[in-house]
């Protein structure tokens, strides 16, 4: 088992910057890639950011240039640096972590970004 704890969230302006934490803990050796996805009222959870053990990213090309996901192996956590926010960046985001297998999930933290 795999728990994914998220922090971080929280009410921004516009142009403004958060940076989410997911921690880690359990049977984490099993996890191959990370990632954070996001999930707006009326929409569908979509992925924002994934990293992979090796270190390989990917992003969905509205947060391009914008957002950064980054690894901290010692400390077991998942970082997603986001930048120049926009209203439409406002949900909850969720912290994910998969073994190949199995898919886990964190609560969720919610961002918000006022204009």
């Known amino acids: 088992q795999v728990q994914l704890v998220e922090s971080g969230g929280g009410l921004v302006q516009a142009g403004g910057s958060l940076r989410l934490s997911c921690a880690a803990s359990?049977?984490?050796?099993?996890?191959?890639?990370m990632g954070w996805y996001r999930q707006a009222p009326g929409k569908q959870r979509e992925l924002v950011a994934a990293i992979t053990s090796g270190g390989s990213t990917n992003y969905a090309d509205s947060v391009k240039g914008r957002f950064t996901i980054s690894r901290d192996n010692a400390k077991n956590t998942v970082y997603l640096q986001m930048n120049s926010l926009k209203p439409e960046d406002t949900a909850v985001y969720y912290c994910?972590?998969?073994?190949?297998?199995?898919?886990?999930w964190g609560q969720g933290t919610q961002v918000t970004v006022s204009s």
């Open positions: 994910s972590g998969t073994d190949g297998m199995y898919d886990y």
């Open positions: 359990g049977s984490i050796f099993s996890i191959n890639a």
